[in-house]
C-alpha cells in the first residue's frame, strides 16, 4: 500500500470523490463532492488542486469537466479501484439500499458471541447510524447474508462495523 499523509479533510474529500467516480460516467463535479462532505465548492477546488499535487486526483477541464481519482487514490485509502460494480442489497430501518460493497471483513471469528465484521461500501455511510439493525446480502460470490447491529461507523473509510448476530450461507442442493 502506498503510503501518502493526507490530512484529514483531503482523505474525506478524496473518499467522497472515488464514491461519486463510477468507470465510464467521466468526471465527478466539485459541486458533487462539496455536498457530499458538507463544505463550499471553493474549498473542495482547493483541496482538489492539492491533491492533484500529490498525484491522486486528475483534473478534466471544460463543460462536462470536473475531477477523477487516479490508480494512487485508491492505493491512499486502501481500496480496489472496481471495473464493474456489484450491488449488494443493504436493509435497514425496513428500507432496502443498493449499495456497491468494496469488501466485507470479519474480526473475531473464534468468539461467537463477540463476532464483528467491518462492512466497506463505496457509498456514503451518513444514512447510517450507530445502533440499527442491518442486513447485507446475498453478496456476489458467495451468496453470504450478514446480519447485525451498527456498533460504530467509520465516515472516513465508509465503514460500517457489525456486531454479527446472524450470517447464512446458500446450502447446495445435492446432486
Same mark, same amino acid.
Given at each position: ?33 462539496? *455536498?457530499? =462532505? ?18 491522486? #486526483?486528475?483534473? @478534466? ?28 442489497? #443493504? ?6 439500499? *443498493? =449499495? ?18 467491518? &462492512? ?6 451518513? *444514512? ?6 442491518? /442486513?447485507? %446480502?446475498?453478496?456476489? &460470490?458467495?451468496?453470504?447474508?450478514? /446480519? %447485525? ?21 446458500? @446450502?447446495?442442493?445435492?446432486?
Amino acid at each position: 500500500m502506498v503510503q501518502i499523509d493526507l490530512t484529514t479533510s483531503q482523505e474525506q474529500t478524496l473518499t467522497a470523490l472515488v464514491n461519486q467516480h463510477r468507470p465510464g460516467e467521466g468526471p465527478v463535479k466539485a459541486q458533487v463532492v462539496a *455536498d457530499e =462532505v458538507d463544505r463550499s465548492l471553493g474549498t473542495i477546488q482547493n483541496q482538489m488542486q492539492r491533491l492533484a499535487q500529490l498525484g491522486v #486526483v486528475e483534473g @478534466v477541464s471544460g463543460p462536462a469537466g470536473g475531477y477523477e481519482p487516479t490508480e494512487l487514490a485508491f492505493e491512499a485509502l486502501g481500496r480496489e479501484p472496481l471495473d464493474e460494480t456489484a450491488a449488494v442489497t #443493504v436493509a435497514h430501518d425496513y428500507e432496502r439500499l *443498493d =449499495v456497491t460493497v468494496d469488501r466485507l471483513t470479519f474480526k473475531s471469528v473464534h468468539h461467537p458471541e463477540s463476532c464483528r465484521a467491518e &462492512l466497506h461500501l463505496q457509498q456514503s455511510v451518513a *444514512d447510517f447510524s450507530v445502533g440499527q439493525a442491518v /442486513a447485507a %446480502g446475498p453478496l456476489p &460470490l458467495s451468496g453470504l447474508v450478514v /446480519a %447485525g447491529t451498527i456498533e460504530a461507523i467509520d465516515d472516513t473509510s465508509n465503514t460500517l462495523i457489525l456486531d454479527v448476530a446472524k450470517l447464512e450461507a446458500p @446450502v447446495e442442493e445435492p446432486e
